[in-house]
């Protein structure tokens, strides 16, 4: 089974920006989708963006869209979440996952990530 792993979580202001990636242990299917979902402090997993790996295209929900953008780089089979324009409201752990469907339904996903912090300030 792929082993994901997160990297590039931390603390930045309010209107600020991070990249988040997520390396994959083995190439991915073609038909393989790579999601970030996210858990604040008291809430359940919400989904935040997903990549179809071949061809690249993409969903993000709306609390996100406009200020994140899901990418993914084929030779070292990586995904990215680049966040700009950051809220306070996005505070969370940040995880990589795994389906092979198109569907912000995260228990499609079979292989998750441990996770990254992201804390953004006032």
């Known amino acids: 089974q792929v082993q994901l792993v997160e990297s590039g979580g931390g603390s930045v202001q309010a209107g600020g920006s991070l990249r988040l990636s997520c390396a994959a242990s083995q190439r991915p299917y073609s038909r393989s989708v790579y999601a970030w979902f996210r858990q604040g402090p008291g809430k359940e997993r919400e989904f935040v963006a997903l990549?179809?790996?071949?061809?690249?295209?993409?969903f993000y929900a709306d609390s996100v869209k406009g200020r994140f953008i899901i990418s993914r780089d084929n030779p070292s089979n990586t995904v990215y979440l680049q966040m700009n324009s950051l809220k306070v409201e996005d505070t969370a752990t940040y995880y990589c996952?795994?389906?092979?469907?198109?569907?912000?339904?995260?228990?499609?996903?079979?292989?998750w990530g441990q996770g990254t912090q992201v804390t953004v300030a006032s």
């Open positions: 990549v179809r790996w071949h061809g690249g295209s993409a």
């Open positions: 996952a795994v389906a092979e469907e198109y569907t912000s339904n995260p228990s499609a996903y079979s292989a």
